[in-house]
């Protein structure tokens, strides 16, 4: 046996969020992301990883003892501009307009209900 799953990085972002089912529902409309392991704890998600191109995300519900943490999370995405369009389309609230800012990407932010901060990014230059 493997020691970590199969097509699993070694480091994945940990993500303790208000609503875990309405985040992934997020990321799978914005980012297309894809459902992989799912452990319901009655009405909450206690634990959830989803699939975001070649990275394994994981999160979960805050619960007594592991309160939701507002967190920031970049992804370089293929056209910065179309994410950005379909993340607003989806509920989310904007941060930052996609503009480039001399570092050789163009830039955008965006919140979601959850309270985790999306930083999408297109390399330009």
């Known amino acids: 046996m493997a020691?970590?799953?199969?097509?699993?990085?070694?480091v994945a972002p940990y993500l303790v969020v208000d609503g875990?089912?309405?985040?992934?529902?997020?990321?799978?409309?914005?980012?297309?992301?894809?459902?992989?392991?799912?452990?319901?704890m009655g009405e909450r998600l206690?634990?959830?990883?989803v699939r975001i191109d070649d990275t394994?995300?994981?999160?979960?519900d805050g619960m007594?003892?592991?309160p939701p943490v507002a967190s920031h999370v970049h992804l370089y995405v293929p056209d910065v501009d179309a994410k950005w369009s379909r993340a607003l389309a989806a509920g989310a609230t904007p941060v930052q307009a996609p503009q480039e800012k001399?570092?050789?990407d163009r830039r955008g932010g965006f919140?979601?209900?959850?309270?985790?901060?999306?930083?999408i990014s297109t390399q330009v230059a």
């Open 3 to 10: 020691w970590k799953p199969d097509g699993y990085t070694s």
């Open 20 to 40: 875990a089912q309405r985040t992934i529902d997020f990321l799978t409309v914005v980012f297309d992301a894809q459902p992989l392991r799912m452990h319901p």
């Open 46 to 49: 206690g634990h959830a990883e």
């Open 56 to 60: 394994v995300l994981m999160l979960a």
């Open 64 to 66: 007594d003892g592991w």
């Open 102 to 104: 001399g570092d050789g």
């Open 111 to 119: 919140r979601d209900a959850g309270g985790t901060t999306w930083w």
